[in-house]
Each structure stands twice: as C-alpha cells, then as structure tokens.
C-alpha cells in the first residue's frame, strides 16, 4: 500500500536559515506529490506539488523536487521567516481519490 | 479566494451519542472528502463523495459513519454512536475533480471532536 514517511520534528531554526524537510514514499503506480502546510489555528492548505518525476514544486519560496529514483519529495527554502512556523504535511495521491499523508513536521523559526 | 468552511471549530459530545459535522465545500467543486487526524497521528482518509453516492472510503468508515449531501452547498458527515476513540480532528475538503492522482484537494479548517 501507499505510505509516506517524514523526519520527526520539531525542527527549530533561526530566521534566514537553510530548510530542508524530508519525505519519502512508497506508492502503486505513478502518484502525485504534494506539500501542505498547517498554521497555527488553521486547516491544511496546499503549499506546492509535483505530478510527474523531476518536476519541482515552488510557492512562497519553498520548493521540492519530484525524485523517482529515491523515492522522495524533500522541502527546502533557503531563508525561513518566523511566519513560517507552522506544521507540514507531505501527502501522495496515486489516482484513487485519496491522499496519503505523512505524520506532519513541526517548523519553529525564531528571530 | 473560495475556501472550504466547516461548523463547528469544535464539538464535545458524551459517548453514545449522535453527532453531525457540517463543511460547505467550494462552489464549483465535486468531488467531497472526509479525514482525521488523531491528537499525535497522521491524517487519514475516510471517504470521498462523488454526484450524490460515496466513491471510496476506508476501513475506519464502518456503519456508524454517514455522510451526506442535503442541499446544494453542504456536505456532513454523520457519527451515530460516537465512541471515545472518535475523539479527533475531522477535516473536510473539495476538488474540482477527483479521479486522478494530479488534482488538488482544498481542506477547511477542521473540527475538533471530543467525546467524554
């Protein structure tokens, strides 16, 4: 079956960090990659995806790169904020309708 | 920008009893999600919704869930008999399609199940 795996947070950095989160899968068939992110307070919204391999996502300055190969969709920005903590998701859909998510990331920025 | 709305933030509710989840999905959206998200755990689906009949859901959506469509614009999913374990986030979410594996999910903002 489908299933993703995502680095256990909280992953704390200070402002103008590098980020990277990383998540990797297994899947049926040829799915699609997706990233969402969870604000405090707030429902999950779709940060950025990837449907086919070596497309790279981007929004906001995060980006993630479709890797066939090793089976993974890692996100990285190269200068987080401090309204970037929030908690992200990493999902695949694999045509059945139905996304499947990791167990989200934990993302503390401190000025 | 639409956005997908659901009532309540938060319900508590004692064991045994019934309790309806309500989301107004995005207007021109038709295919209606159902997941949850256990305090600590990963999001799971539950069910998806497709021109008025369910069209997937999973092994947690057993007899004492429903979901329904009563009108043009909401989308509710229903707990019979709620049990402790019930107790979670529970988010709803719409597509413009649905049947492929490239097409975006839009979510709400969750309610807050408890049941005592």
């Known amino acids: 079956g489908n299933s993703v795996t995502q680095m256990e947070g909280p992953v704390t950095l200070s402002e103008e960090a590098f980020l990277t989160i990383n998540c990797t899968y297994t899947?049926?068939?040829?799915?699609?990659l997706f990233w969402y992110v969870q604000y405090p307070g707030e429902g999950l919204q779709l940060l950025l995806k990837?449907?086919?391999?070596?497309d790279k996502g981007s929004n906001k300055g995060f980006e993630a790169t479709y890797r066939k190969e090793t089976t993974s969709f890692h996100l990285e920005k190269g200068s987080v904020q401090v309204s970037d903590s929030a908690v992200y998701f990493c999902a695949l859909n694999s045509g059945y309708s139905t996304l499947t998510f990791g167990k989200g990331t934990m993302l503390l920025v401190s000025p | 920008e639409p956005e997908v709305t659901q009532t309540p933030s938060h319900q508590v509710t004692q064991m045994g009893q019934e309790v309806i989840l309500r989301c107004v999905p995005i207007?021109?959206?038709?295919?209606f999600y159902w997941y949850r998200q256990i305090l600590g755990q990963k999001v799971e689906f539950l069910v998806s919704f497709y021109n008025n009949e369910i069209s997937e859901k999973s092994e947690i959506f057993d007899d004492q869930f429903s979901v329904e469509r009563p009108d043009g614009s909401n989308f509710t999913l229903k707990i019979r008999s709620t049990k402790l374990e019930d107790s979670a986030m529970y988010f709803c979410?719409?597509?413009?399609?649905?049947?492929?594996?490239?097409?975006?999910?839009?979510f709400g903002p969750g309610t807050r199940l408890t049941v005592l």
């Open positions: 899947a049926t068939g040829y799915p699609s």
């Open positions: 979410a719409s597509s413009e399609a649905g049947a492929r594996a490239t097409d975006t999910q839009y």
């Open positions: 207007s021109n959206h038709l295919y």
């Open positions: 990837a449907t086919k391999a070596d």
